[in-house]
């Protein structure tokens, strides 16, 4: 009978985008990862059922201080916010830097992140690539994947593509009470999907300001199993991107999180590049035993 061989990985779980801990996005960092096949990554971020679990390799471009494998449960994805924060923060601890950069390779290009550790709490600013912008959407078939009747849409912003990495579906809202009333049609999703060929969506960011420089958020994925993510940077950089292109807003403050009892905040300037911001806790280290071949 064929035996698996086994390897301890050590790991790292962190909060991010929390303010305190036990509030934004909890993530698992996978250190040393060379050995793992795709198989097992894609196997064991089902397992985690977080909303991203992190591998971290040996980078196999030139200028990449590691290579950054990001899994929603069950598949890979090309690009994710808070496991880039995540990840630097995870790397600079377990390698005992308190502040600097790093580049990370993703399956969407290389991303630059500055970072600034204390003991267990740090910050960490990701630039996101350019913003790419797709198509405008119908707002009527916008709101209807929200699950909300027309009259909730912005009276002069219109939903539309953007992406910095990740395609993003950006529905702006006329009042930020409209976010309590949401119910995710992922049936319309779908359909929508199926209507805009060559839009391969992944975040769909219902949004509406609060007060000058302010907004709230919430933040549905394709992929219904993984519900929705209560801080999520690869959508959070495409808001500020469509916001200073149709207002020329350059720094907002986004709320994330709140209806999941997972407080997120991320902070947004797009002064000259699309940068997101958050504060990251270490929640805990230890030791995976995984796979790593048979014999």
Known sequence: MPTAHVQDFPTTWLDVFA???????????????????????TRLSARTRLAETSFLQTATVAGA?????????????????????????????????????YVQQTASGLQRLDFRLEERRGEVALTQNPA??????????????????????????????????????VIPLAAPAHLARVAFDWRAFGAALSAWPGVPAFNCYICAATAPGRWAARCFGEDPATGEDPATGSAAGPLGAYL??????????????????????????????????????????GMLRLPVGRR
Do not use: N
């Open 19 to 41: 303010e305190a801990p036990m509030q934004g996005t909890f993530h698992l960092v996978v250190h040393d990862a060379d050995r793992l096949s795709d198989d097992v990554m």
């Open 65 to 101: 201080t590691y290579r950054h494998r990001i899994y929603v449960p069950g598949k890979e994805v090309p690009f994710a916010g808070h496991p880039s924060l995540g990840a630097a923060a995870a790397h600079a601890w377990a390698t005992g830097q308190r502040s600097g950069r």
């Open 244 to 285: 200073k292109q149709h207002t020329g807003m350059s720094a907002i403050r986004v709320d994330q999180g709140v209806e999941m009892g997972a407080h997120s905040v991320l902070h947004v300037s797009t002064a000259d590049e699309v940068v997101v911001t958050g504060a990251v806790w270490l929640v805990g280290t």
């Open 132 to 169: 790419v912008f797709g198509a405008v959407v119908d707002r009527a078939t916008a709101l209807a994947i929200a699950g909300l009747p027309p009259d909730c849409a912005h009276p002069t912003l219109v939903p539309e593509w953007v992406s910095t990495g990740m395609p993003t579906l």
